[in-house]
């Protein structure tokens, strides 16, 4: 499998023509209609549908896309990291990180990074830690900001001083938002919504006790902002890092601590053993000469 032909596959699939994605490609329809028939008969497999006015993708040809994305991000970062220079240091590092209070503390390590590296730029991932670990481990991103719990056995990390505190938000008018902070009893009848992270559902379930596993958990969610929807909606109570409420309509919706606190920390990880571009080399060092001593 080519990559130039997997490049002529995913111009197809986002053109949904063949016409239009020859046009693109400055080739002749003929010739790519040629390409995709090839690269379908060898891989034994129907990749579109055609007996629709657009290019529909079949199964098969879904996967394929979504592989296919990876496959050429990987070979694209790959390549720009071969050509970088010493003495020009170029390039883009990449960023995963979830919806975190300590994410406060990036602005000032991205800027003093480029003010050194000013031909360098970011390209930030918002995911879940366990998210973040998958494309790490793909060699899709360089640095990811990860909630504990994680395991961290592959990664070489910076565990950040900011604690972040789990609170529940809740709407404005809510009869608990009276209260100062929220116990497990508060929450047991009520509609939640749980973080979809295993690791962090432990967390709580500890904190809930033996009531855990009666909760009426109506939504689990990745990111907190559609559950600020759901919240706003009077449809649930979210579980939630507080550093992600301030995305939040602070006069619709409110939050309170959890009694007993329930905290977590967050690190900075890189995969251990993994060969970096320059770019991502240098801001890696940048990051331990700048938190090395906080920690």
Avoid at 157 to 162: H, K, T
Avoid at 241 to 249: E, K, R, V
Wanted: charged share 25%; hydrophobic share 45%.
């Amino acid at each position: 499998m080519e990559i130039r032909v997997l490049r002529y596959f995913l111009t197809v699939a986002r053109e949904e023509s063949i016409t239009k994605a020859a046009d693109v490609l400055h080739i002749t329809q003929p010739t790519l209609s040629r390409q995709l028939a090839q690269m379908e008969e060898d891989m034994g497999v129907k990749l579109f549908d055609r007996a629709t006015r657009k290019i529909i993708l079949t199964n098969e040809g879904l996967l394929l896309r979504r592989r296919a994305e990876e496959i050429l991000a990987l070979v694209d970062k790959t390549e720009q990291e071969l050509t970088e220079q010493e003495d020009t240091v170029e390039g883009t590092v990449s960023l995963g990180c979830g919806d975190l209070g300590a994410v406060q503390l990036l602005p000032k390590l991205f800027q003093s990074f480029h003010e050194r590296y000013p031909a360098v730029t970011f390209e930030l991932y918002t995911a879940t830690a366990d998210h973040v670990c998958e494309q790490m481990e793909r060699g899709l991103i360089d640095v990811g900001l990860l909630l504990e719990p994680i395991n961290m056995e592959k990664y070489d990390f910076i565990r950040l001083n900011q604690k972040e505190n789990w609170v529940v938000v809740m709407p404005a008018d809510s009869p608990l938002a009276q209260k100062q902070s929220i116990t497990p009893a508060d929450l047991k009848d009520l509609p939640l919504i749980l973080p979809r992270r295993l690791s962090v559902q432990s967390e709580l379930a500890s904190w809930f006790g033996d009531d855990f596993d009666k909760l009426h958990v109506l939504f689990t969610s990745n990111l907190p902002t559609n559950s600020f929807v759901m919240v706003q909606h009077k449809l649930a109570y979210a579980i939630i890092i507080q550093g992600s409420t301030s995305m939040a309509d602070q006069e619709k919706i409110v939050c309170r601590p959890l009694n007993p606190a329930l905290t977590a920390s967050s690190v900075l990880a890189w995969r251990r053993q993994q060969p970096f571009g320059l770019a991502a080399s240098k801001f890696i060092e940048h990051i331990r000469k700048t938190f090395l001593h906080l920690v």
